[in-house]
């Protein structure tokens, strides 16, 4: 019974040192997930995968830190691991990003395929979300699914004279040329045109980054309406 206990103790304290890798994955595929998660695995890390948006002050790809990360060479030989792999890491920084932070024995791991740098531009990634109607007399909900589905849903009963037209709410949505979002449905084959624009608002909680779909041609067979989502700094 003793030597159970002890090699329990062991296994205990074994798993309780084993440092956490956060990998957001938000702008990787999915082989770029596995590539990655495979490799840090393979150096003993844990990871731990998220589809958080990134810190706005993190612009490139970016290594999070935290000062009691055990092992003297631990950091070091995560980044050579990476860069090996054809990652450049453009920034390395400990314990937090905005309000993103890695205490005790952990880091977080932000990757932008090829180095590339966010700008102004919303990522395809960051408009995966549901938007609420706005200036239009009906409520309604526009969803932008990660397949490149889209629906849009009534929250109320009001609209009910668009009911004729359902075939036309849903189908499938792409980015054509930055700003411009195409959402073409799956019955008829009709295109609707919206503008992306991004603005931040503040209010008594903190800052909200606002992303609103304007729309920018007529449509005969839906209500014009703008639509918006809101993230919490």
């Known amino acids: ?29 999915e082989a770029e997930t596995n590539e990655v998660t495979k490799n840090l695995q393979g150096l003993g890390f844990e990871v731990i995968p998220n589809t958080l948006m990134f810190p706005k002050t993190v612009e490139q790809s970016t ?6 990360v055990e092992g003297e060479d631990t950091v070091d030989n995560l980044i050579a691991s990476i860069q090996e792999s054809g990652w450049f890491i453009a920034n390395i920084q400990a314990i937090s990003a905005d309000n993103h932070y890695y205490t005790n024995n952990s880091l977080g791991l932000l990757l932008l395929p090829e180095g590339a740098k966010r700008d102004e531009q919303v990522h395809r990634q960051d408009m995966f979300n549901d938007y609420l109607s706005k200036d239009c007399n009906v409520e309604l909900r526009l969803t932008l699914n990660s397949d490149a589905s889209y629906q849009f849903s009534y929250l109320n009963e009001q609209a ?51 992303i609103e779909l304007k729309p920018i041609d007529d449509h005969y067979s839906l209500p014009q309406c703008s639509f918006y989502y809101g993230l919490r700094q």
């Open 63 to 68: 290594l999070l830190y935290s000062p009691f």
């Open 1 to 29: 019974m003793k030597l159970v206990g002890i090699i329990i103790v062991i296994w205990l304290i074994s798993a309780c040192s084993t440092t956490k890798v956060h990998l957001y994955t938000r702008y990787l595929s």
């Open 160 to 210: 009910s004279r668009f009911s004729n037209e359902q075939e036309q709410w849903q189908g499938r949505w792409q980015i054509t040329s930055y700003p411009y979002i195409e959402l073409v449905s799956s019955k008829k084959y009709r295109r609707f045109y919206y503008e992306i624009q991004t603005t931040r608002a503040t209010d008594l909680v903190g800052k909200i980054n606002l």
